[in-house]
């Protein structure tokens, strides 16, 4: 299958408008399950202004919140895809742009020395691509993520030593995630990675945070440890918002990496209450959307 650009360009432009305006149906669920089980008076109420918000944002096509974030396209390449990479990726950079310029979009991407905007929603090495391939045949996936800087700026790193033992990891999740408290607009998905590099742990943090909730990691250590640390995390009282009460995260993603003997890297990175995200899905049959 031949991979049309101009449909990509225009893919690429309507994920980035779909996933800042529409919540993941597994989203708008994880709140109905935090809201029932709330049992802060003021956390219950900050839910319900939660839920309100996604309601009315879908009702009236607004965005779901201002922050149009850092534009992040994750593709993944199946079989029998004939594709120009380079192309691929431009059509990207111009489907962003113009979903930011003619929609139009609060472009939040500046550079990072002179602080300049090109209202683009792009800028040296933005939008992100990410580039992955699968054995499934003639289909190639665009996952787009708007990652929010509240959010963004919960991320973490610590280089841990063997010595540190599994406790040293739940530590320092539990510290981080305590450090964040309510600037990362929780309820959040705490995505951890462990293992790996430094750059791979991070990576990897950030594909748990964006996994739809309700799935499970694929490391049977790795799953025990979620659901160890969900617990752990909605016991601390940070509650919706950091005001208080039981609903601090969705859930505690983690996903892991075979690592060096002598290190064991452990990374966070939070996805806010917006966890927005958009899918299109290409086949010879054409495009289809979803999350």
């Not at 935090?34 to 918000?53: C, F, H, R, V, Y």
């Not at 617990?231 to 075979?258: C, M, R």
Request: charged share 25%; aromatic share 4%; proline share 5%.
């Amino acid at each position: 299958m031949k991979l049309d650009l101009d449909t990509v360009e225009e893919v690429a432009k309507q994920l980035y408008i779909r996933a800042l305006k529409v919540l993941p149906d597994d989203i708008k669920e994880g709140f109905k399950v935090l809201d029932a089980k709330e049992t802060d008076p003021t956390g219950k109420s900050i839910l319900g202004t939660m839920m309100q918000n996604i309601q009315v944002a879908e009702e009236t096509n607004n965005l779901l919140c201002q922050d149009t974030g850092i534009p992040i396209y994750n593709v993944t390449i199946g079989r029998g895809i004939e594709v120009d990479g380079n192309a691929m990726k431009d059509a990207i950079r111009r489907g962003c742009k113009r979903a930011t310029q003619e929609h139009p979009l609060r472009s939040s991407v500046v550079h990072p020395i002179t602080r300049e905007n090109e209202h683009t929603s792009g800028g040296r090495r933005v939008p992100v691509i990410g580039i992955d391939f699968s054995d499934r045949d003639e289909e190639l996936l665009i996952d787009m993520v708007p990652k929010g800087s509240g959010s963004e700026n919960g991320s973490f790193l610590k280089m841990c030593i063997p010595a540190d033992g599994i406790n040293g990891v739940k530590a320092f999740v539990i510290d981080m995630v305590l450090e964040a408290g309510g600037k990362v607009c929780p309820p959040t998905i705490v995505g951890v990675g462990i293992g790996g590099t430094s750059d791979l742990c991070m990576k990897i943090a950030k594909v748990a945070s964006t996994r739809p909730l309700g799935s499970v990691c694929d490391d049977p250590d790795g799953a025990a440890l979620e659901r160890e640390l969900s617990e752990a995390v909605n016991s601390l009282g940070i509650g919706a918002q950091g005001l208080g009460g039981d609903s601090t995260a969705f859930a505690v993603h983690v996903e892991t990496a075979a690592t060096h003997i002598t290190m064991n890297p452990v990374a966070i990175n939070i996805m806010c209450n917006s966890a927005r995200r958009a899918r299109a899905t290409f086949t010879p049959s054409g495009v289809e959307f979803g999350f």
